[in-house]
Structures are given as C-alpha cells and as structure tokens.
C-alpha cells in the first residue's frame, strides 16, 4: 500500500516549463514501478511516461519524447517529470499511479496500475 501525492502544476505560458514531482509514502517506494498520466477535459485518459522500479529504466510517450523527461529518486521516494517547451494541447491534469511489478517493467495502461494521486492541474496559455 502506497499512498501518491503529486505536486508541481501550474499555469505557464506556451513555452515555458514546469517540475512535477509524485511524492509517495507508505511503502517501499522500490517496490513500485511509476507511472505517469494524463486527462483534459473531454478527452480520455492518456499514458504519458513511466519509470520502472530500476530508475535507469523508463520510457515516454512519442508525443512527448524530447519535451519531456522523467527521473526516479527512491531516497526522496519521488519521481519526478520535468515538462519542457509546453504547449496549449499539454492542458490536462496529470496524475501519477503505482504499481507493484517486476523490477524492469513499466505498465502503460491504466488498470495495470493498483495506486492513483489525485493529480495535479498543469494548464499552458497560447
């Protein structure tokens, strides 16, 4: 059991760039791959990055790869994605997830994922 906790949105201009950070309690955090997601307002749920229990495996969305980049520090029990060059259709609210899992495996869809923060707005003017 782990419980998430996501901070670091905002509002920025298209652009800019904005740290979000998912910080997690209760558990081990190795234990957990982590996953990142995303919503706008009418549109469904997207995977956006992961990173697997070994911080030197993650992965990212193709449209977001060299915008975007994600880190895992287990001593702060955080991760970490670092948002780059935002852009208006970047407007959503991210949330990260977690899941207990294999030590490289980094699940992409929603239900894999058995833990949820309750998000945080990131909105991105024109």
């Known amino acids: 059991q782990v419980q998430l906790v996501e901070s670091g949105g905002g509002l920025v201009q298209a652009g800019g760039s904005l740290r979000l950070s998912c910080a997690a309690s209760?558990?081990?955090?190795?234990?957990?791959?982590i996953g990142w997601f995303r919503q706008a307002p009418g549109k469904e749920r997207e995977f956006v990055g992961g990173v697997a229990r070994r911080a030197d495996t993650s992965l990212l969305e193709d449209s977001v790869k060299g915008r975007f980049a994600i880190s895992r520090d287990n001593a702060k029990s955080t991760v970490y994605l670092r948002l780059n060059n935002l852009k208006p259709e970047d407007t959503a609210v991210y949330s990260c997830?977690?899941?207990?899992?294999?030590?490289?495996?980094?699940?992409?869809?929603?239900?894999?994922?058995?833990?949820w923060g309750q998000g945080t707005q990131v909105t991105v003017s024109s």
């Open positions: 209760g558990d081990n955090f190795y234990n957990y791959a």
């Open positions: 997830a977690a899941d207990r899992t294999g030590p490289w495996y980094i699940p992409r869809l929603g239900h894999e994922y058995d833990y």
